[in-house]
């Protein structure tokens, strides 16, 4: 099973990214996604997830209304489309998958790919 992110870029305060987490080696709609933020000295947090059973999603507080998660079952990916982006949203972004419900517990996920850095800086 291998997870591939990308999308990762500088982006001025107020702008847009979107991150893709491609899944590979697996039938994406058995697996809950999970994207994860690490910032520079901080520890690793939850930011979004998507179920594989019904498709409901969780934000954090902090990105809620800004952030929205999507997947594709038919092109095994799953998208992070980030709006209004603060310097507080620099980091290093994981897409992990793991199967039965959303957490956003990093414990709780079996599978993680490499990471895309975001950096949102004028």
């Known amino acids: 099973l291998q997870l591939v992110e990308s999308g990762g870029n500088l982006a001025q305060p107020g702008g847009s990214l979107r991150l893709s987490c491609a899944v590979s080696g697996i039938t994406l709609n058995y697996y809950s996604i999970g994207w994860f933020r690490q910032a520079p000295g901080k520890e690793r947090e939850g930011v979004s997830c998507?179920?594989?059973?019904?498709?409901?999603?969780y934000y954090a507080d902090s990105v809620k209304g800004r952030f929205t998660i999507s997947r594709d079952n038919a092109k095994n990916t799953v998208y992070l489309q980030m709006n209004s982006l603060k310097p507080e949203d620099t980091g290093v972004y994981y897409c992990?998958?793991?199967?039965?419900?959303?957490?956003?517990?990093?414990?709780?996920?079996?599978?993680w790919g490499q990471g895309t850095q975001v950096t949102v800086s004028s």
């Open positions: 998507i179920s594989s059973s019904d498709g409901s999603t």
């Open positions: 992990a998958a793991r199967r039965g419900i959303i957490t956003t517990l990093p414990t709780l996920y079996n599978y």
